[in-house]
């Protein structure tokens, strides 16, 4: 079993950076393939970006890419990422999750451990 909790969310204003960070505790970190999702008030929770477990392999949904990087430190058991030029509609909950079986994957039931996730408020 894998524990998550994130931090580093906030208020930050359009065109701003923000940089999130997800320590894991538990079993071996680097046996998970790890997931960042969001999800804004009355709206499902939403794929952002995943990394493979040698952190080799990235993935991002559509609506971030160019614009948010993740990657991880299999040393210090961390996964981050680095969200530039927000925008409003970027504003969420950003949880990070663990996935024991898969890697990549955009779905957020293939993910077994979640953390209680960090508010990321985007002004205009």
């Known amino acids: 079993q894998v524990q998550l909790v994130e931090s580093g969310g906030g208020l930050v204003q359009a065109g701003g950076s923000l940089r999130l960070s997800c320590a894991a505790s538990?079993?071996?970190?680097?046996?998970?393939?790890m997931g960042w999702f969001r999800q804004a008030p009355g709206k499902e929770r939403e794929f952002v970006a995943a990394?493979?477990?040698?952190?080799?392999?990235?993935y991002y949904a559509d609506s971030v890419k160019g614009r948010f990087t993740i990657s991880r430190d299999n040393a210090k058991n961390t996964v981050s990422l680095q969200m530039n030029s927000l925008k409003p509609e970027d504003t969420a909950v950003y949880y990070c999750?663990?996935?024991?079986?898969?890697?990549?994957?955009?779905?957020?039931?293939?993910?077994?451990?979640w953390g209680q996730g960090t508010q990321v408020t985007v002004s205009s």
């Open positions: 999750a663990a996935a024991t079986y898969s890697s990549g994957t955009r779905s957020p039931t293939q993910y077994e451990y």
């Open positions: 538990g079993r071996t970190f680097s046996t998970y393939a």
């Open positions: 990394v493979s477990r040698s952190g080799i392999s990235t």
